[in-house]
């Protein structure tokens, strides 16, 4: 008896000649002569965008730095006249800027920290479908957004709460927000599976295992976005202060600066060049002032900016 061989092709050597052709790119569209008219307003639009908000910042900066007889003559628009760090050393001499500076990092720190702790305590159980009556737990969020108590009531609080000419006054009446309550609700729902929750409940882990150890890690966009929200709004914290403290060595840096600019301005004696002198100085710290005001947010943003983009389309795209 013989047997037949038969050779199969060796698969592995076969040339794949389906692989091997280039593939194509996809064809585009030619731009027709609206499209271009289109694209070209857009880029004027932006640029001119662009320059509304660039010029104003860049005249802040290169007035710093001018003198105080160029700033209150108006001689100065992109580029500094008469280059001088004499409103720098002016606003660091004075020892109120430096403790209103280390009032403000104190109270952002405090009370980012505080704001995003509440907030991811009331917005996580918000979340959750099986959370009894989480409907009307969040209409109740949604009504302090269009209905609040007013100054009087509020300040009757924390007056009776005892804060009032504390460090707490500062941190605590506003330390929610429900517009971030609703924002991170809405990412913890859209986000984070139930598959997730269900396996962490067959491996034993409670509710606040759970939170810390798989929603916090997952929602660091969330939490960068929250944070600078609140650390912004906390920076730029003048009425409360305003308010709520009587003692100077609690004012936050935005108060301290309000009292430089509007009570030491209209201080003057009755010298005229001397008041004259004290006017311009005064409006070359204006400039000075608004730089340092705004130095920390700037440093801030770039840690966060990777996670911004991601944490402002929320809940925009599901699928």
Known sequence: ?????????????????????????????????????????????????LLVVLVPLINVLASSFSSPA???GGRVFLWPVDFTLRGYQAVLDNS????????????????????LALTVMIAYPLSRSDLVGRRVLTGGVLFTMLFSGGL????????????????????????????????????????????????????GASDLRFLWSVVLPLSKPLLAVIALMYGVGQWNQYFSALIYLRDEDLYPLQLVL???????ANAGGTDLANQLERQQLADLMKFSLIVISTVPVMLAYPFVARHFTKGVMIGSVKG
Do not use: C
């Open 258 to 264: 309000r009292n430089i600019l509007v009570l030491n």
């Open 152 to 203: 009087i009531p509020t300040y009757m609080v924390v007056q009776s709460l005892g804060m009032l000419d504390t460090r707490w006054a500062m941190v605590i009446p506003g330390a929610l927000g429900a517009w971030q309550v609703l924002i991170a609700a809405t990412y913890f729902r859209a986000s984070i599976p139930g598959e997730l929750y269900e396996a962490a409940q067959l491996d």
């Open 1 to 49: 008896m013989t047997f037949k061989t038969t050779t199969r092709p060796d698969l592995r050597t076969e040339p794949d000649t389906e692989h091997r052709k280039p593939r194509r790119r996809p064809r585009r569209m030619p731009e027709t002569g609206f499209d271009q008219v289109f694209m070209a307003g857009i880029y004027i639009l932006l640029t001119t965008f």
């Open 70 to 72: 160029a700033v209150s």
């Open 96 to 115: 109120a800027v430096l403790t209103g500076f280390g009032n403000s990092l104190l109270y952002v720190v405090v009370g980012t920290v505080i704001s």
